[in-house]
């Protein structure tokens, strides 16, 4: 079993929808818990990151963290067609493991946003 | 702004050749990683390094090799490539440390076929 699920999608919105995004992990030693986008042909960029529990908000952006259910979600309103893109999420354990600095990556949902 | 540049867009390669993938970053970043991105798997750490001749095993490092001999710059190597090694290969760095443990700056990635 990987230990970061995302289904692959795709997920297609209209325009002006709001997009949900959701990971579930099974590692209870993650303590970061990120949001990559990723463009087609480029790399993939940091849009958010949670440490911990809670929610974050940037913007048309949410990010949730649920760690008593190891679930985290990315919210996206006021969907628009730049938007279509590929999200990772990402997680890592703090720095009193092994795995301090290395992240593991979902799969990633392609969204697309159509006009 | 960071940038992490990578020396091939795409590149094709014979079955047993020996295959250089180069990585350059240029913001003085200590960490330094290596992954594959596969439809339905996500990104997979292969090698990383946490300083100049520094390296470490990642997820699925069979087949794989490494060298950093200056900070800015990190290599993985393809000894004898075979079929199963087509595919996206992105490299990212990090600043180090205790510092923003979350957050990879990404190269636009290789895509490698193996024919």
């Given at each position: 079993?990987?230990?970061?699920?995302?289904?692959?999608?795709?997920?297609?919105?209209?325009?002006?929808?709001?997009?949900?995004?959701?990971?579930?992990?099974?590692?209870?030693?993650?303590?970061?818990?990120?949001?990559?986008?990723?463009?087609?042909?480029?790399?993939?960029?940091?849009?958010?990151?949670?440490?911990?529990?809670?929610?974050?908000?940037?913007?048309?952006?949410?990010?949730?963290?649920?760690?008593?259910?190891?679930?985290?979600?990315?919210?996206?309103?006021?969907?628009?067609?730049?938007?279509?893109?590929?999200?990772?999420?990402a997680?890592?354990?703090?720095?009193?493991?092994?795995?301090?600095g290395?992240?593991?990556?979902?799969?990633?949902?392609?969204?697309?946003?159509?006009? | 702004?960071v940038?992490?540049?990578?020396s091939?867009?795409?590149?094709?390669?014979?079955?047993?050749?020996?295959?250089?993938?180069?990585?350059?970053?240029?913001?003085?970043?200590?960490?330094?990683?290596?992954?594959?991105?596969?439809?339905?798997?996500?990104?997979?750490?292969?090698?990383?390094?946490?300083?100049?001749?520094?390296?470490?095993?990642?997820?699925?490092?069979?087949?794989?090799?490494?060298?950093?001999?200056?900070k800015?710059?990190?290599?993985?190597?393809?000894?004898?490539?075979?079929?199963?090694?087509?595919?996206?290969?992105?490299?990212?760095?990090?600043?180090?440390?205790?510092?923003?443990?979350?957050?990879?700056?990404?190269?636009?990635?290789?895509?490698?076929?193996?024919?």
């Amino acid at each position: 079993q990987k230990e970061v699920e995302q289904d692959p999608g795709p997920l297609s919105v209209p325009e002006g929808a709001i997009v949900s995004l959701n990971c579930t992990y099974s590692n209870s030693a993650f303590q970061y818990f990120m949001w990559y986008r990723q463009y087609s042909r480029k790399g993939p960029e940091l849009l958010m990151y949670t440490y911990s529990s809670g929610n974050k908000e940037d913007g048309r952006f949410t990010a949730q963290v649920d760690k008593s259910s190891k679930y985290i979600s990315l919210f996206i309103r006021d969907s628009q067609p730049s938007d279509s893109a590929t999200y990772l999420c990402a997680m890592s354990a703090d720095r009193t493991t092994d795995s301090w600095g290395k992240l593991q990556f979902g799969a990633g949902t392609q969204v697309v946003v159509t006009p | 702004d960071v940038k992490v540049t990578q020396s091939s867009r795409y590149l094709v390669k014979r079955t047993g050749e020996k295959v250089f993938l180069e990585c350059v970053q240029d913001m003085d970043h200590e960490n330094m990683f290596w992954y594959r991105q596969d439809p339905g798997l996500g990104l997979r750490l292969i090698y990383f390094s946490y300083d100049v001749k520094m390296k470490e095993k990642g997820d699925i490092p069979e087949g794989y090799s490494v060298s950093r001999e200056k900070k800015e710059r990190f290599s993985l190597i393809l000894e004898s490539a075979s079929t199963n090694q087509t595919s996206m290969y992105l490299c990212a760095s990090r600043l180090g440390g205790e510092v923003r443990p979350y957050e990879q700056y990404f190269g636009p990635g290789t895509r490698l076929t193996v024919t």
